[in-house]
């Protein structure tokens, strides 16, 4: 059985033998959702790449705990590291969206207001970002993962040409492109910008501006899938054919 990963800050590396005590909202849902019992192992990770195996030596109230470390390492991220630049979705694929881009690996997200994006977060972008980076972290979690993705604030279309120039490789996904990735040299760089358009598709401005840039448009398959679920199916693809995985 799966060990219960946890959010956990490490003021300093930890280290085997170390006491490490697990409060607030993460000792809450250890103590009093998972019922977590002295001599149990969990895992603590930071979100940073540091995981540490502890094995729990004391239960207190409902929310804290505390444990001795077993093991700790510091994991390296994935190479290339993949920016997903994912158009707003709809509001009620929204989180769904960070959710499945979180399990399948993406190191960064930006969420872009495109031009054809049916959410428009205005005045609202505070309230969107906590609720993307609240989606990362749970998602991080579930899929046992020690780095938390950072979910940058929104950009615009200046902004995802100026990431695209500054990108060693630069895919953007669109129904009408005839290359796939598998002619990219994605395995010959340390990292790639994916842009995902949202479900009313890239504008032609959008396609031309991001092309000029020096993004390479790219088909997936032969279906075209809905914007929550693209960036997933291309992290696949490029976990398949790097050492990403």
């Not at 979100?47 to 409902?62: D, E, L, P, S």
């Not at 390492?73 to 959710?99: F, G, H």
């Not at 959008?206 to 291309?234: I, K, N, Q, Y």
């Amino acid at each position: 059985m799966s060990r219960p990963v946890y959010v956990q800050e490490f003021p300093t590396p930890p280290t085997v033998g170390e006491v490490i005590e697990l409060t607030g909202d993460e000792g809450r849902h250890a103590v009093s959702v998972k019922r977590t019992s002295v001599g149990e192992q969990i895992e603590l990770v930071d979100g940073h790449g540091t995981r540490a195996v502890i094995t729990v030596t004391g239960v207190f109230g409902k929310d804290r705990l505390t444990g001795v470390v077993d093991c700790a390492a510091n994991e390296p991220a994935s190479r290339p590291t993949v920016t997903v630049i994912q158009a707003l979705p709809k509001a009620a694929r929204s989180e769904l969206t960070v959710d499945l881009l979180t399990q399948a690996g993406a190191d960064v997200i930006v969420p872009w207001q495109a031009g054809r994006s049916v959410a428009n977060w205005g005045k609202k972008q505070d309230k969107g970002l906590a609720k993307w980076r609240a989606a990362a972290r749970a998602a991080a979690k579930q899929s046992r993962r020690s780095r938390i993705p950072e979910i940058t604030p929104v950009v615009d279309q200046a902004a995802v040409a100026a990431l695209i120039q500054a990108a060693p490789l630069a895919l953007m996904l669109h129904e009408d492109a005839t290359g796939k990735i598998t002619d990219q040299p994605v395995a010959q760089v340390d990292s790639v910008v994916l842009i995902i358009g949202p479900e009313g598709g890239i504008s032609p401005a959008e396609l031309d501006a991001f092309t000029t840039a020096g993004a390479h448009p790219v088909r997936l398959g032969p279906e075209v899938l809905r914007t929550a679920s693209a960036g997933m199916v291309a992290l696949a693809a490029l976990g398949a054919v790097t050492d990403r995985w």
